[in-house]
């Protein structure tokens, strides 16, 4: 069994940052992705990074040039880098991870970020 543990969320103002973090551990031989998304009140849950076993990453338009995600490799940790925060932001971000060997997709219990106007 895998277990995420997710930490960094909180209440900031616009503009400003935040660094969100996900560590996974249990029995983990082989993570395809490892990523963020978040869900806004009365939307649907949307992919905001993740980052490929290669090092590639993928980001949803809206936080190009503002987020950043990152891996270390070694602690099975993956961190969100969020700068210039907007109210459009607000909303409780959840890590996944996609393991390869044993197989399986993992969510973690979700952190709320708040960005007040």
């Known amino acids: 069994q895998v277990q995420l543990v997710e930490s960094g969320g909180g209440l900031v103002q616009a503009g400003g940052s935040l660094r969100l973090s996900c560590a996974a551990s249990g029995k983990i031989f082989s993570i395809k992705a490892m990523g963020w998304y978040r869900q806004a009140p009365g939307k649907e849950r949307e992919l905001v990074a993740r980052?490929?076993?290669?090092?590639?990453?993928d980001y949803e338009d809206s936080v190009k040039g503002r987020f950043t995600i990152s891996r270390d490799n070694a602690k099975n940790t993956v961190f969100l880098q969020m700068n210039s925060l907007k109210p459009e932001d607000t909303a409780v971000y959840y890590c996944?991870?996609?393991?390869?060997?044993?197989?399986?997709?993992?969510w973690g219990q979700g952190t709320q970020v708040t960005v007040s106007s």
């Open positions: 996944n991870v996609q393991v390869i060997l044993p197989p399986g997709n993992y």
């Open positions: 980052i490929i076993s290669g090092g590639s990453t």
